[in-house]
T-cell receptor, first 115, second 114 residues
Framework: DQQVKQNSPSLSVQEGRISILNCDYT??????FLWYKKYPAEGPTFLIS?????DKNEDGRFTVFLNKSAKHLSLHIVPSQPGDSAVYFC??????????????FGKGTKLSVKP | DTGVSQDPRHKITKRGQNVTFRCDPI?????LYWYRQTLGQGPEFLTY????????KSRLLSNRFSAERPKGSFSTLEIQRTEQGDSAMYLC????????????FGSGTRLTVV
């Protein structure tokens, strides 16, 4: 059973518009969430993170929102640029009592930003 | 600093052969992780080291898999008696300290077992 779910395999957005990538999780013991971006033939690159004690974290064009009651987080990219076209992975870490090394990843959402 | 390096980038091997992959983390990072990614899936945790100590292993790491990190520097991942189901991208990542989860990943080693 998947603990981190990205239900949209792909998303297409026009350049300059907002991209919203969604992620749902089932494990209430998760206390830290991250987004990674992956280009073809490269490893994932860390993008932004959020602790479970917060509901929003912003870094430039990227904002992550966390809704703990709904077990849902989202990544907003605004404005979207063609260079943002990549696969985006949502990942989560279990509370300190759990694994210290194990980030649990979703299956990813492929974002295409069209000029 | 050239980031996390993995070698080789690609490996094709026959079923039953042994393979070994190498990972060189960022030099000041004391934590090193191995993940595996198959087509259409996100990365899955295999194991991690703090310095030279292997602190955790996933259930995915069968007894055919072994990882080492001698002297707390580079790491190797060996797969013995490879099976077709081992075909995947093997990713290495490192981080500077406990509690830092923005891991830096390498580009991976793509293993194809034929």
């Amino acid at each position: 059973d998947q603990q981190v779910k990205q239900n949209s395999p792909s998303l297409s957005v026009q350049e300059g518009r907002i991209s919203i990538l969604n992620c749902d999780y089932t494990n209430s013991m998760f206390d830290y969430f991250l987004w990674y971006k992956k280009y073809p033939a490269e490893g994932p690159t860390f993008l932004i993170s959020i602790s479970s004690i917060k509901d929003k974290n912003e870094d430039g064009r990227f904002t992550v929102f966390l809704n703990k009651s709904a077990k849902h987080l989202s990544l907003h990219i605004v404005p979207s640029q063609p260079g943002d076209s990549a696969v985006y992975f949502c990942a989560a870490r279990e509370h300190a009592g759990g694994s210290q090394g194990n980030l649990i990843f979703g299956k990813g959402t492929k974002l295409s930003v069209k000029p | 600093d050239t980031g996390v390096s993995q070698d080789p980038r690609h490996k094709i091997t026959k079923r039953g052969q042994n393979v070994t992959f190498r990972c060189d983390p960022i030099s000041e990072h004391n934590r090193l992780y191995w993940y595996r990614q198959t087509l259409g899936q996100g990365p899955e945790f295999l194991t991690y080291f703090q310095n030279e100590a292997q602190l955790e292993k996933s259930r995915l790491l069968s007894n055919r898999f072994s990882a080492e990190r001698p002297k707390g520097s580079f790491s190797t991942l060996e797969i013995q008696r490879t099976e077709q189901g081992d075909s995947a991208m093997y990713l290495c990542a490192s981080s500077p300290r406990t509690g830092h989860y923005g891991y830096t990943f390498g580009s991976g080693t793509r293993l194809t077992v034929v």
